[in-house]
């Protein structure tokens, strides 16, 4: 079974801070990854996805995330968080060729002016 | 072109009672996903339908929950005897027609907030 881990349950930064989420993944099989962010009362919105090819994959909103398959890390980055980027952030996977998607637990990214 | 619907957006409901939750996804979308989110946790899995079929039930509880998508109107999934611990946000996402193989990017709704009293 697949299992999805975000290290941070929140993160604060300063507004023009860079930052990193980071999600790790434990599967025994070749997997999907995507990063969803949820604004306040809000549905999820898709971020960025990796499914194959460049292992740096450029999302939305200037996010970015790098799929490192030796360490089964998709961390997301962004060089420069505005106040906007206040939300929760959802790591997830699912089984190439499956549909169902595992969630991680959220990382809380809270922008500070 | 309209995003996936939920409605009501927000539930209150008595112990014992039903809830009744609807999701209609997007145009041209045949694939509904109903996942759960508990307070403070991440999104889980439910159930995966295409019209008139059901094609991965294995997140659902075993009893009380219910899933259809019927070949005319919105998907609903149907909560019986409702529990407290039932309290959640049911979040409902659409993708379109699946190339074999391949794996299509999953649309949101807005979710309902079920509470239960």
């Known amino acids: 079974a697949q299992s999805v881990t975000q290290l941070d349950s929140q993160v604060p930064v300063f507004e023009e801070a860079p930052v990193e989420l980071r999600c790790n993944y434990s599967?025994?099989?070749?997997?999907?990854l995507f990063w969803y962010v949820q604004y306040p009362n809000q549905g999820l919105q898709l971020l960025l996805k990796?499914?194959?090819?460049?292992?740096l994959v450029k999302g939305i909103n200037g996010f970015e995330a790098e799929f490192n398959k030796s360490q089964t890390s998709f961390h997301l980055r962004k060089p420069s968080v505005h106040i906007s980027d206040t939300a929760e952030y959802f790591c997830?996977?699912?089984?190439?060729?499956?549909?169902?998607?595992?969630f991680g637990q959220g990382t809380r990214l809270t922008i500070n002016p | 072109n309209a995003g996936v619907m939920q409605n009501p957006r927000h539930l209150v409901r008595r112990r014992g009672q039903e809830a009744r939750l609807r999701c209609s996804p997007m145009?041209?979308?045949?694939?509904v996903y109903w996942y759960r989110q508990l307070p403070e946790e991440g999104l889980k899995f439910m159930v995966y339908l295409q019209k008139e079929n059901i094609i991965d039930e294995s997140g659902m509880p075993k009893e009380r929950f219910s899933a259809e998508f019927p070949k005319e109107g919105p998907s609903i999934l149907r909560i019986q005897q409702v529990v407290r611990g039932d309290s959640a946000a049911y979040f409902c996402?659409?993708?379109?027609?699946?190339?074999?193989?391949?794996?299509?990017?999953?649309?949101f709704g807005p979710g309902t907030r079920l509470t239960v009293l």
């Open positions: 990796y499914l194959s090819g460049s292992t």
């Open positions: 599967s025994s099989v070749s997997v999907y």
């Open positions: 997830a996977v699912s089984l190439q060729g499956a549909q169902k998607l595992v």
């Open positions: 145009k041209g979308h045949s694939h």
């Open positions: 996402a659409s993708s379109p027609t699946r190339q074999p193989g391949s794996t299509d990017t999953q649309y």
